[in-house]
Nanobody, 122 residues
């Protein structure tokens, strides 16, 4: 089994910064693409940023230039540095990972973290 553990959410004023972290653990053979998604009340879950093993990071247009995703392949972790936060960035942020795990042939599965709340408010 694979678990994703997120941390770093909280309350911040507009213009402030937060850093989210996500760590994958368990019976992991390999971790492929990892990313952050968010869901605001009444809205669908949307992609914020993703990063692959060898591919460049991909960002939603709404966060380009403000958010930076980074990855430590050896530790199976990703971080999301969020700067110049806006009230519309408020939501629950979820970590997602495509992971090959278990025993041969190490089937590919999609895993989600439990989510961490980010609130941007004066």
């Amino acid at each position: 089994q694979v678990q994703l553990a997120e941390s770093g959410g909280g309350l911040v004023q507009p213009g402030g910064s937060l850093r989210l972290s996500c760590a994958a653990s368990g019976s992991i053979f390999a971790v492929n693409t990892m990313g952050w998604y968010r869901q605001a009340p009444g809205n669908q879950r949307e992609m914020v940023a993703t990063i692959g093993n060898v591919t460049a990071a991909n960002y939603a247009d709404s966060v380009k230039g403000r958010f930076t995703i980074s990855r430590d392949g050896a530790k199976n972790t990703i971080d999301l540095q969020m700067n110049s936060l806006k009230p519309e960035d408020t939501g629950v942020y979820y970590c997602k990972a495509f992971v090959r795990s278990g025993t041969f042939p190490f089937p590919l599965g999609v895993y989600w973290g439990q989510g961490t709340q980010v609130t941007v408010s004066p």
